[in-house]
């Protein structure tokens, strides 16, 4: 996963000390008193209207016309229309608000924007120009010409505690006599989720899900249509009413112009789509029973967007990772329908079968999740078909890679794919990291269960590395290669909710990683210094999200220092037996932090109670 924070969010944590208390669930400093009785159910929806001011100035209510503008000097985050407060030069005030009414029953409300900040002033220490976000009466956050940066920043807020309110949603900006400063606020979402009363079934479900796809791309392999269909069994003593679809990647566009669209739905009946048009609710011709099935199918199109990410493209190389729909996860806590973040994971879905027929022009090499077949198409073009067992997504590139293979010492095929400028000898020494690094995790947590694997390596990614079943992206780097491997057993055979437990997967990751490169972590606890008293190693993304400077320190360091703390205490021998046994137990399920910290005090006299205190594991 992503080993280093995105590089634009950095700013974030100067100016969100108010978000603190709310991140944290307190009740406001000053909530609204007219709270409506909350129901028993939760629809989930995106509330804001007009929130990328595509469609004019209503319903927003602005200072003055020229608030909401496509005027020259500014550049909207998407479409061509923004808001633009201050920037005058002078004395003067800016306000845009709208009032929202947030739906009761809903668990989960989350309020983000996307914030750009230019400036005249020169001062690092003095806030002159200041921008205020609001809700009712309660300010989110403060920002400020300290806060200047070179492109648009996302904003989150976790307005939960406002369920069942209608209140104003408010940005007030204010200059000084001299100097500008321009805050320019863009892609404005308030999405709710989550039920407020749980089903009484924790089990998870849909469950045994079953992908069946076909697409065709263009000439490039950045647009490909085609259709997917998804069969799956109610494993829950609830009867099912609906399923959602995750399209993750309409993250990386707006509803208006989706990356991702979904079309002529067979099977049940598409429903609105919510929480920043990631969530897509089908609901199902007649509940289905407990051990029923049942199938959905429609058309898909995937339209990849410039830059070198996980989905997106560094010129002719494509990368396309979280473009396929697939089911969210239902349990005791209702629907899993988080929100997508760029500064790591929020996906969770359960171990699934793949079957991804993928017809694409001859010229380019078609990597991906599970065990590829290439036959001849139609003229000048090849159909790649791939075939993957209990894995949790399937992802794949297209471009004109070179490649190089081999197989590990123990048995893995694995195939090496190169964007242009990547050296052969690099090509060769991530090919050889990669042999040692599945061999390695293999011999401590259990066999590699996929196949072949598949790495492409890119030195443009911002993000480090980042993970599929079967297939990464990475730099060339053998700590971050050796890591993205280590996510085959710890995210991919060991499941978690990556959104609610990021630790899970990234702590044991690194720890992992450590392991296999012979690190000892000798002293690291010793480095720890928490930023507060909030901070926690398990604590969940939206927290990170708020506080993203702290999240690789935290998640990845921190947490590999206490895995290697507790093999400390639990001697080298007894953590190994526990790491392997866990995963044993964990094979194509989830695991949770409970479940871990039971594990870990099933293997050993010694009361562990005082040492997830010490390393803040709670759970």
Known sequence: MRSTPHKALATTVLTVAALAAASLGTTPAAAEPSAAPRAEACTPAQVVANGGFESGSSPWSQSSTSVITSRAGQSAHTGTTFAWLNGVGGTHTDTL?????????????????????????????TKYDKLTAKIGSTALATYSNLDKNTGYVQKSFDVSSFAGQTVSLAFTGTEDSSLQTSFVVDDVALDTSGGTTPPGDPTRTPAAPSYTVSL???????????????????????????????????????????????TNVTGGTAGALS??????????????????????????????????DRFGHDGAFNNIGNALPVLAVKDAAGWHLDPYTNNGESFYSLAADFRVTLDHPTGLLVPATGTSVDTAGS?????????????????WAAGPFSKISGTSPGGTPINIYSVSGISSADSQSMLTTAKSAVDAHAARFGAYPYGELDAVIDNNYWFGGMEYPGFVLDLVSTTALTHEIGHQWWYGIVGDDEYTSPWLDEAFTDY??????????????????????????????????????????????????????LRRVLGDSVMAKLLKDYATSHWYGVSTTAEFKAAAQAATTTDLTSFWTQHRIEG
């Open 379 to 395: 003229s000048g073009r090849t159909v790649t078909t791939a075939t993957a067992a209990k894995v949790r997504d399937f992802a």
């Open 275 to 308: 929480v920043g048009c990631t969530a897509l609710q089908i609901t199902l011709p007649t509940p289905l029973a407990q051990g029923q099935s049942a199938t959905i199918g429609f058309d898909l199109g995937i339209t990849v967007p410039s830059g070198a």
């Open 216 to 262: 065709s791309s263009d000439t490039s392999g950045g647009v490909w249509s085609g259709h997917e269909s998804a069969t799956f069994t109610n494993a829950s003593a609830t009867a099912l009413n609906e399923v959602y679809l995750r399209l993750w990647d309409n993250y990386h566009g707006t509803c208006s112009a989706m990356p991702i669209t979904v």
């Open 97 to 125: 608000s709208q009032s929202v009414t947030i739906p009761s029953g809903c668990s989960t409300a989350r309020l983000t924007f996307w914030l750009h900040i230019d400036t005249a002033e020169t001062t690092t220490s």
């Open 512 to 565: 992992a990683t450590d392991l296999a490169l012979n690190k000892t972590g000798t002293n690291c606890w010793s480095g720890v210094s928490w930023a507060s008293t909030a901070e926690k190693i398990t604590n969940p993304m939206a927290y990170w999200d708020a506080h993203s400077s702290r999240y690789s320190t935290v998640v990845y360091g921190y947490g590999k220092c206490a895995l290697h703390d």
